[in-house]
T-cell receptor, first 112, second 115 residues
Framework: GQQVMQIPQYQHVQEGEDFTTYCNSS?????IQWYKQRPGGHPVFLIQ?????EVKKQKRLTFQFGEAKKNSSLHITATQTTDVGTYFC????????????FGKGTHLIIQP | ETGVTQTPRHLVMGMTNKKSLKCEQH?????MYWYKQSAKKPLELMFV???????ENNSVPSRFSPECPNSSHLFLHLHTLQPEDSALYLC??????????????FGAGSRLTVL
C-alpha cells in the first residue's frame, strides 16, 4: 500500500533558527496536506497543495510540492516558541474521501 | 472548539468491558473518520464513512465496531479490548466531495486506557 515517509523524526533548534521537514510518498499524489499537532492537542489542518511544483506561503511557513508530486517540504523561517509541535504530511489513501495516509511526523523542539 | 466534538475525552476500561466513543460534527460535512494515534506509530486510519456508507475499514480487528447513523454522528463501539489498544482515538470529518473532499477537521480525541 501507499507509504508516506517523513524526516527528520525529531528536530531541535534554537529560537530564531530555521526549520525544515521533508515528506516523500511511494506513489504520485493528487494532493498533499500538512497538519500541525501541538503537545497534548489534536492535528490541525495547515494547507493543501495540488499542483506540480506549487509553492505556498503562510507568514513564516513555506510549503512546496515537488514537480513529480511525490515529495513535499515545509520550511519555517525564524522559529518561535509557538511553532513547537509535531508537523505531519498526509496524502490521499485512495480517491475522493477515502481518508489520508499520514507520515510519522516531525517533532519540532525549540530551545529559547 | 473545532466543530467536531468527541466524548468521552478520557476512558479507562477493563478487557471485558463494553464501551462506546461518540463523535458529532457541526460542520455540514458528509464524510467522517476514525483514526488511532499511539506513541510509536503514525496516525492510523481505521474507518471511513462517506455519506453514511462505510468505504474503508483497513483490516481493523472486530473488537472495534463503527456505527454511523447519519452524516453528523459517528460511534466506535469497543468490546474485549487488549492493553495494546490503549491510544488516542481521533474522529475527523471532511466535505466528502469537491476540492476539499479529504481535508480533515479533527476532534480533540478520546484518550483510551485498557487495563
Amino acid at each position: 500500500g501507499q507509504q508516506v515517509m517523513q524526516i527528520p523524526q525529531y528536530q531541535h533548534v534554537q529560537e530564531g533558527e530555521d526549520f525544515t521537514t521533508y515528506c516523500n510518498s511511494s506513489t504520485t499524489l493528487s494532493n498533499i496536506q500538512w497538519y500541525k499537532q501541538r503537545p497534548g492537542g489534536h492535528p490541525v489542518f495547515l494547507i493543501q497543495l495540488v499542483k506540480s511544483g506549487e509553492v505556498k506561503k503562510q507568514k513564516r511557513l513555506t510549503f512546496q510540492f515537488g514537480e513529480a508530486k511525490k515529495n513535499s517540504s515545509l520550511h519555517i523561517t525564524a522559529t518561535q516558541t509557538t511553532d513547537v509541535g509535531t508537523y505531519f504530511c498526509a496524502g490521499p489513501s485512495g480517491g475522493g474521501a477515502d481518508g489520508l495516509t499520514f507520515g510519522k511526523g516531525t517533532h519540532l523542539i525549540i530551545q529559547p | 472548539e473545532t466543530g467536531v466534538t468527541q466524548t468521552p475525552r478520557h476512558l479507562v476500561m477493563g478487557m471485558t468491558n463494553k464501551k462506546s466513543l461518540k463523535c458529532e460534527q457541526h460542520l455540514g460535512h458528509n464524510a467522517m473518520y476514525w483514526y488511532k494515534q499511539s506513541a510509536k506509530k503514525p496516525l492510523e486510519l481505521m474507518f471511513v464513512y462517506n455519506f453514511k456508507e462505510q468505504t474503508e475499514n483497513n483490516s481493523v480487528p472486530s473488537r472495534f465496531s463503527p456505527e454511523c447513523p447519519n452524516s453528523s454522528h459517528l460511534f466506535l463501539h469497543l468490546h474485549t479490548l487488549q492493553p495494546e489498544d490503549s491510544a488516542l482515538y481521533l474522529c475527523a470529518s471532511s466535505q466528502g466531495r469537491g476540492d476539499g473532499a479529504n481535508v480533515l477537521t479533527f476532534g480533540a480525541g478520546s484518550r483510551l486506557t485498557v487495563l
